[in-house]
Nanobody, 123 residues
Framework: VQLQACGGGLVQAGGSLRLSCAAS????????MGWFRQAPGKEREFVGT????????STAESVRGRFTISRDNAKNTVYLQMNSLKPEDTAAYYC?????????????????WGQGTQVTVSS
């Protein structure tokens, strides 16, 4: 199983980034997917989740209205579109595959994790 996240980088406050996570080695379309983040010295934080079909999503209150999660099952890829970025969004972002097809908020629901991609937002 591999989850390869990319798209992170350095951006000014107010800017945008789009993260991608390419999955392989499992039946991608059977699993909900999620994004989490972790800043230095802080606990891992839920960012968003999308169900197996892409029909439903849920995002954390801290990013709601700014971040959008989507997926393309034909490409085995999940995306995180991040707009209006703030310095407090600075973190390593991780994609993960849940052990269930429905929305999954808790980290314990996730079976597979990617390696993370760094997002740094300057003020």
């Amino acid at each position: 199983v591999q989850l390869q996240a990319c798209g992170g980088g350095l951006v000014q406050a107010g800017g945008s980034l789009r993260l991608s996570c390419a999955a392989s080695g499992f039946s991608f379309s059977n699993h909900a997917m999620g994004w989490f983040r972790q800043a230095p010295g802080k606990e891992r934080e839920f960012v968003g989740t999308i169900n197996w079909s892409g029909a439903t999503t849920s995002t954390a209150e801290s990013v709601r209205g700014r971040f959008t999660i989507s997926r393309d099952n034909a490409k085995n890829t999940v995306y995180l579109q991040m707009n209006s970025l703030k310095p407090e969004d600075t973190a390593a972002y991780y994609c993960a595959a849940a052990g269930v097809p429905s929305l999954a908020v808790r980290a314990s629901t996730y079976d597979y994790w990617g390696q993370g991609t760094q997002v740094t937002v300057s003020s």
